[in-house]
Nanobody
């Protein structure tokens, strides 16, 4: 069974950093896009970042550009999201998902499997 497991969430002060991990099993990262989404209380889920298979095209939502970095370690079957300069508005449950495309300006498409999420809370 395809599985995605997120980890690395927690409580951090504004301006701090966290690194989220998405561990994949039962499929190869060589063939799929992996994306990070987030959902804050009372808000719709939004695509934060993604990295494509192959050449590793990336996408970042405007709200996180310059602060978040996505990376992929295919041999470890893990995708990371380094989050710096965190703001209270970054507070959300963060999900990773598998998909078929990561467009550099339009974001991730065709998501078919999702993890259960990890909570990030940015608060003083």
């Amino acid at each position: 069974q395809v599985q995605l497991v997120e980890s690395g969430g927690g409580l951090v002060q504004p301006g701090g950093s966290l690194r989220l991990s998405c561990a994949a099993s039962k499929f190869s990262l060589d063939y799929y896009t992996i994306a990070w989404f987030r959902q804050a209380p009372g808000k719709e889920r939004e695509g934060v970042s993604c990295v494509s298979s192959g050449e590793g095209r990336t996408y970042y939502a405007d709200s996180v550009k310059g602060r978040f970095t996505i990376s992929r370690a295919n041999a470890e079957k893990t995708v990371y999201l380094q989050m710096n300069s965190l703001k209270p508005e970054d507070t959300a449950v963060y999900y990773c998902a598998r998909g078929y495309e990561c467009h550099p300006s339009r974001g991730p498409f065709g998501m078919d499997y999702w993890g259960k999420g990890t909570l990030v809370t940015v608060s003083s």
